[in-house]
């Protein structure tokens, strides 16, 4: 091989590029990775890490109220140093990015700090020049956020700038019903901030079970977030250094120091040379791949969120794993079963879910049943709280086997992980009946549901 001769080389440094170059080397391939940025990609650097850091905070914060319910003598608004705080961020984020490149190191994997494109279906070129030469290519590149083109959009941020804030905003519009605008809304309110929340549709999270999101709605109103659903930006305009916006069925008072856009990610496919090596696009400009992560090129791959399809880190990672398995560890039908993943909403409490909602399971079986628990945690109880927690479950057929499960409550997060084992292996209602109960939890209430 020649300096510039690779096995593989994959384009991105994110989540699922980092996976396939791993999986790749350990398997004894000799790999490149190009990313001209942070490892790590979105989910380090602007997504789940430093989110889950704003998210442990804002749960203090919410703990501490309820502490002062229970007893302990602390201040009823308790100061936060925003700056303290994203310093402790970025220093944990600074470690992962160490323990990356330690890694690239001891693997042996080149990592090439620039831009690359395709100039044909076995060659990358550098944006200084460098060509590299490779059997396979993997497309790891992930996606960004969109702004919608409207008069004065240039005044409002994304969810990146929102980890780009140096200080606390104390009036906040975010614009979205999705996932991430609920997570934004939640973190920000319980730190302190006036938050309201600009829907265009008639509810949130769109995509997941309609009697969960209904509650959830129900928490953050709760909790302060100013609400609104059927609502439309028209334009944003500069007041007084603040930002006023527009809008079509929002709230009177429009004006904010920080207005941020939380509707929906495309996918980084543009000055990539994709279409000149021949890989197909899908209709929004994702990779069109099939089961196995190939492209429309048999010696070119994509993964992750570039792909369009269940744009979450863990999936990136396991489907690049996979791949590389089957191009280089001798098996050649390993790839990602996309059905029953498993994610959670970091609200405030999280919204965890897997399987299929009541509405798409009514689709898709003659005979469905549902079952529920609806509870105050205990210490929400303790503390007066009125945060509320619905658990559902979805069977399907005689049988009754379970085919969703979806937690809105304190601790949904971590208890989702281990039934979502247990419906992906086809446990059925009667088998979590026999499981006996772990008591006093949350938890519990998964195998008491009635």
């Known amino acids: 091989m020649s300096a510039n001769s690779y096995d593989v080389v994959v384009v991105g440094g994110g989540s699922g590029g980092l996976a396939a170059a791993f999986r790749a080397a350990s398997h004894g391939a000799r790999v490149a990775m190009l990313e001209p940025g942070e490892l790590g990609g979105t989910c380090v650097n602007v997504g789940c890490v430093p989110k ?20 302990f003598d602390v201040p009823a608004a308790p100061a936060l140093d925003w700056t303290q705080l994203v310093q402790r961020r970025q220093r944990y984020i600074g470690n992962i990015h160490a323990s990356y490149q330690k890694r690239l190191d001891e693997t042996g994997v080149a990592r090439i700090s620039r831009r690359g494109r395709l100039l044909d279906a076995h060659t990358v070129e550098c944006e200084d020049g460098t060509q590299l030469r490779a059997e396979h290519i993997v497309i790891a590149t992930g996606a960004h956020p969109l702004k919608p083109e409207l008069p004065g959009a240039e005044l409002a941020g994304v969810s990146d700038d929102f980890f780009a804030l140096r200080s606390q905003p104390e009036r906040v519009a975010i614009v979205g019903g ?6 934004l809304a939640g973190v920000l309110r319980a730190l302190g901030s006036e938050v309201v929340l600009l829907v265009r549709g008639q509810r949130l999270l769109g995509h997941f079970d309609a009697e969960l999101s209904d509650q959830l709605a129900e928490n953050l109103r709760l909790q302060g977030v100013d609400l609104h659903f059927g609502c439309e930006v028209k334009a944003l305009e500069r007041q007084h250094g603040r930002v006023r916006a527009l809008l079509h069925n929002g709230p009177e008072h429009a004006v904010f120091d920080t207005f941020l856009f939380a509707t929906g990610r495309a996918p980084n496919t543009r000055g990539l040379g994709l279409e000149q090596a021949g890989v197909k696009l899908g209709e929004k400009g994702a990779i069109d791949v099939d089961a196995f992560q190939n492209s429309s090129v048999p010696s070119i791959f994509a993964v992750g969120d570039v792909t369009g399809r269940v744009t979450l880190t863990p999936v990136a990672i396991a489907a690049a794993r ?25 609200a405030h409490p999280p919204f965890g879910t897997v399987g299929l909602s009541e509405e798409e399971a009514r689709k898709r079986f003659d005979r469905v049943s549902t079952y529920h628990s609806r509870f105050r945690p205990m210490l929400q109880s303790l ?13 399907a057929g005689e049988e009754e086997k379970v085919v969703g499960i979806h937690l809105l ?4 997060d971590e208890i989702l992980q281990g039934f979502a084992a247990a419906l992906k292996a086809g446990v059925t209602r009667r088998q979590l009946e026999d499981t006996v109960a772990i008591h006093p939890t949350s938890a519990e209430e998964v195998v008491l549901m009635r």
Do not use: H, T
């Open 383 to 395: 503390g007066d709280g009125q945060v509320r927690s619905v658990f559902k479950m979805v069977c």
């Open 409 to 412: 409550g304190e601790g949904a």
């Open 178 to 183: 999705g996932y991430i605008a609920v997570e």
């Open 52 to 71: 889950k850091a704003m998210w442990l905070a804002a749960d203090l914060a919410e703990r501490i109220q309820l502490a002062a319910q229970l007893g």
């Open 322 to 346: 996979r791949l590389m398995d089957r191009l280089y560890g001798g098996q050649p039908e390993a790839r990602l079963d996309y059905d029953n993943v498993p994610s959670v909403v970091f």
